[in-house]
C-alpha cells in the first residue's frame, strides 16, 4: 500500500504561480512511477504529467507541456508539479497517483491516489 497526500493548492492569478507536492508513505516510494492529474467541475480526470521511477523519463499533456514541470526526490518520498504562466482554464482539483506498473496517461493504470487539492485561477 502507498498513501499519498496533496498539498500546496490555493487560489492564483492568472499568469501567477503554484507549486503541488505529494508526500508518500508507505512502500518503497522509487518503486512508483508518478503522476498527477486534475479534475474540473463537471469534467472528466485529465491526465497532466508523469515521471519515472527514477526520475529519468518524464511525459506532459499538451495544454501543460511548457509551463508545468513534474519532479520528484525519492529521498523526501515525495513528488511534485511546478505551474507556470497559470490560467483560470488551469482550475481543477489536482490528484497524484501512482503505479508500479508501465504508466501512461490513462488514469486506469494508476492504483494509489490522494485526495486531491484545489487550484484555482482568477482571471
Known amino acids: 500500500q502507498v498513501q499519498l497526500v496533496e498539498s500546496g493548492g490555493g487560489l492564483v492569478q492568472a499568469g501567477g504561480s503554484l507549486r503541488l507536492s505529494c508526500a508518500a508513505s508507505?512502500?518503497?516510494?522509487?518503486?512508483?512511477?508518478m503522476a498527477w492529474f486534475r479534475q474540473a467541475p463537471g469534467k472528466d480526470r485529465e491526465f497532466v504529467a508523469v515521471?519515472?521511477?527514477?526520475?529519468?523519463?518524464?511525459y506532459y499533456a499538451d495544454s501543460v507541456k511548457g509551463r508545468f514541470t513534474i519532479a520528484r526526490d525519492n529521498a523526501k518520498n515525495t513528488a511534485y508539479l511546478q505551474m507556470n504562466s497559470l490560467k483560470p482554464e488551469d482550475t481543477a482539483v489536482y490528484y497524484c497517483?501512482?503505479?508500479?506498473?508501465?504508466?501512461?496517461?490513462?488514469?486506469?493504470?494508476?492504483?494509489?491516489w490522494g485526495q486531491g487539492t484545489q487550484v484555482t485561477v482568477s482571471s
Open positions: 497517483a501512482a503505479t508500479d506498473n508501465t504508466f501512461g496517461p490513462r488514469a486506469s493504470t494508476y492504483d494509489y
Open positions: 508507505g512502500r518503497t516510494f522509487s518503486s512508483y512511477a
Open positions: 515521471i519515472s521511477w527514477g526520475g529519468g523519463s518524464t
